[in-house]
């Protein structure tokens, strides 16, 4: 029941079941944590992101139903139903990879690549996710099938903890202090882990060239960074093979690594966001540039017009 496919997440279950509740719960115990946790409280909220991205690729346990228990607490921690992925992510921004039709290109209102996108860009894409979740959830309904329990099972798990959460937080301080614990605790670690994968999704794919079947994405590759986030840097190999399990990805790296333009493999995200945003406002050599191909340059014969259908197309197959 509770076999992993996996031994490597191990690891992800200790972060799931140990760290991101006992780092949340500690604000509860003693209220004069508040903003003292706040760094590990992020990066558990960002691990949550990683968890939720992973398992909607490459689920966890052997035993589905396991696998739809686990979403369901996952989602708690990443503050939105896991399921969200699967019509905006897996079947669309994997099969269009920021060209037309991606829900969430980087480039829909400005091909500049600004600290103001990028940070901005959470909210863009959000926007434009809300309709292909909408439509795969009317079909999971009218359907009545697992995907529609699924469903429910995640938006009411979310719900009822994050209102049971606040509760406990004003039952044991009262108001104030109770609010104050909720929110570094579970509310500001969940924001986080929405708008960080967003983030981390844009500057992925930001002025790399989806053309080509090694320079789609950009790739952060330190190899003591990539321990901490579960070998998310390694992105290039997560598109080429989106089933594949997250430990597998620092060896498949290595073996494409020399195929892919260099200034597509950035030591870490920090290092990256000091030289995009702090230093290339003033020098201009700091920022990103176009590699290749961009995404919105179509040649003629492939130029994807029909975005809607396309997302249509692959809900219905998942449904079905
Ligand atoms: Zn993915």
Same mark, same amino acid.
Request: aromatic share 16%.
């Given at each position: 029941?509770?076999?992993?496919?996996?031994?490597?997440?191990?690891?992800?279950l200790?972060?799931?079941?140990?760290?991101?509740?006992?780092?949340?719960?500690?604000?509860?115990?003693?209220?004069?944590?508040?903003?003292?946790?706040?760094?590990?409280?992020?990066y558990?909220?960002?691990?949550?992101g990683?968890?939720?991205?992973?398992?909607?690729?490459?689920?966890?346990?052997?035993?589905?139903r396991?696998?739809?228990?686990?979403?369901?607490?996952?989602?708690?921690?990443?503050g939105?139903?896991?399921?969200?992925?699967?019509?905006?992510?897996n079947?669309n921004?994997?099969?269009?990879?920021?060209?037309?039709?991606?829900?969430?290109?980087?480039?829909?209102?400005?091909?500049?690549?600004?600290?103001?996108t990028?940070?901005?860009?959470?909210?863009?894409?959000?926007?434009f996710?809300?309709?292909?979740?909408?439509?795969?959830?009317?079909?999971?309904? *009218?359907?009545? !099938?697992?995907?529609?329990?699924?469903?429910?099972?995640?938006?009411?798990?979310? %719900?009822? +903890?994050?209102? /049971? @959460?606040?509760?406990?937080?004003? *039952?044991?301080? !009262?108001?104030g202090t109770?609010?104050?614990v909720?929110?570094?605790?579970?509310? %500001?670690? +969940?924001?986080? /882990? @929405?708008?960080?994968?967003m983030f981390?999704?844009?500057?992925q794919?930001?002025h790399?060239?989806?053309?080509?079947?090694?320079?789609?994405s950009?790739?952060?590759?330190?190899?003591?960074?990539n321990?901490f986030?579960?070998?998310?840097?390694?992105h290039?190999?997560?598109h080429?093979?989106?089933?594949?399990?997250?430990?597998?990805y620092?060896?498949?790296?290595?073996a494409?690594a020399h195929?892919?333009?260099?200034?597509?493999?950035e030591?870490?995200?920090?290092a990256?966001?000091?030289?995009?945003?702090?230093?290339?406002?003033?020098?201009?050599?700091?920022?990103?540039?176009?590699?290749?191909?961009?995404?919105?340059?179509?040649?003629?014969?492939?130029?994807?017009?029909?975005?809607?259908?396309?997302?249509?197309?692959?809900?219905?197959?998942?449904i079905?």
């Amino acid at each position: 029941m509770l076999k992993l496919r996996f031994a490597a997440d191990y690891r992800c279950l200790f972060y799931a079941f140990v760290l991101f509740p006992g780092v949340a719960l500690a604000h509860y115990v003693q209220p004069a944590l508040v903003g003292w946790l706040l760094p590990v409280s992020l990066y558990m909220g960002y691990c949550a992101g990683i968890f939720s991205h992973n398992h909607n690729h490459c689920p966890t346990f052997v035993n589905r139903r396991t696998n739809e228990w686990f979403s369901a607490w996952l989602s708690i921690f990443y503050g939105y139903p896991l399921f969200a992925w699967i019509p905006t992510h897996n079947l669309n921004h994997h099969k269009h990879v920021n060209r037309a039709g991606d829900a969430t290109i980087t480039w829909r209102y400005t091909k500049e690549h600004t600290f103001w996108t990028a940070a901005t860009y959470f909210f863009v894409s959000a926007y434009f996710q809300s309709g292909p979740i909408r439509e795969y959830i009317d079909k999971a309904r *009218a359907q009545g !099938g697992r995907v529609h329990r699924q469903i429910v099972t995640q938006a009411v798990s979310v %719900i009822v +903890a994050h209102v /049971a @959460l606040l509760g406990l937080g004003i *039952a044991l301080w !009262g108001l104030g202090t109770g609010v104050l614990v909720y929110t570094f605790g579970f509310a %500001i670690p +969940a924001l986080f /882990a @929405l708008w960080s994968m967003m983030f981390t999704n844009y500057i992925q794919h930001v002025h790399c060239d989806p053309w080509s079947p090694d320079n789609h994405s950009r790739n952060f590759v330190s190899k003591w960074n990539n321990w901490f986030v579960f070998q998310a840097g390694y992105h290039t190999v997560h598109h080429e093979n989106p089933g594949t399990h997250w430990s597998k990805y620092g060896e498949l790296h290595a073996a494409r690594a020399h195929l892919i333009a260099p200034e597509l493999n950035e030591a870490s995200i920090f290092a990256f966001c000091v030289k995009n945003y702090v230093l290339g406002p003033f020098f201009e050599r700091f920022r990103t540039k176009q590699v290749g191909r961009a995404a919105y340059d179509a040649p003629a014969a492939t130029l994807e017009t029909d975005s809607v259908a396309a997302v249509e197309a692959g809900i219905n197959a998942e449904i079905a």
